[in-house]
């Protein structure tokens, strides 16, 4: 079942196309990644879906029904940019919010306590937002997003301002809501998170649509075209027809094969110039990769 789906939508502000005849099709209990440079759309999209936006062309439907008011209430949201009020109190803030999505105010404050609990705030729960971490305003911002167990979750930067520890909890959390049944947008700039959390993808530049599908199938439809090198000595082997280009990091590198090298090769090469190889493994290319190809040259 296709819980989000998108139909050539089309929102312009003046002149600027903001969104230019995106489609898109979210399954039931899928995580999607949501992905592109700033300023490609997302965030207008996101809007449309949660009908805060309307399209100027196009078509959108939520479980089923065109956007309205009430599809919104079946989704859950965290937007980027905080906007939580900052002198209420935090547990009556998640209260108050939890009320607005239709819990009773005794579940709600059953709820707001587990959450608190889960993410270590319970101390924190009758202090004000204003005095609280970035990290920990994100925390409590995503418990409002989730828990009135809505079937659909968009989680804009939803690792904003988290510390590692902090980040895998969440990062666990939502698979642990996937599992659940639930479906989950996800957009972030953070691409390691995409690669391990998300099925399918869908990558908007310029406000359209220049990759979409699964995940998997995406990656291996590139090959194992990328050489991940670990090595002491000199790096003169990396200067080579076969190498498309280089992506230095500390003690190694990872380079970009052209159409057609040989990876034995480039290893005998290295070996000859003197090079210590410790590690030589070829590899698909990463998402991150991917990402500033598709949008360096879109």
Known sequence: MEVISLENVTKSYDSVTAVD?????????????????????????IRMILNILVPDEGSIRVLGQPVTDKT???????????????????????????????????????????????????????????????????????????IHQPPIVILDEPFSGLDPVNAVTVKDIMLELQRQGTTIVLSTHRMEQVEMMCDSICLINHGRNILDGDLRAIKQSYGKNTLHIAFTGSDGFLQQPAIASVNRFGAGVEAKLNPGADPQDILRTAV???????????????LNDIFIEKTTHA
């Open 21 to 45: 005849g995106v489609s898109l099709r979210v399954r039931q209990g899928a995580v999607l990644g949501l992905l592109g440079p700033n300023g490609a759309g997302k965030t207008t999209t």
């Open 72 to 146: 919104r209430e079946s989704i859950g949201y965290l937007p980027e940019e905080r906007g939580l009020y900052p002198r209420m109190q935090v547990r009556p803030l998640i209260v108050f919010l939890a009320a607005l999505h239709g819990l009773e105010e005794s579940e709600a404050d059953r709820r707001a306590r587990q959450w608190l609990d889960r993410f270590e705030l319970a101390e924190w729960s009758e202090k004000k937002m204003v005095d609280l971490s970035k990290g920990m305003q994100q925390k409590v911002q995503f418990i409002t997003s989730v």
């Open 272 to 286: 000859q110039s003197g090079a210590q190889i410790t590690r030589f493994e070829l590899l698909e290319p990463s």
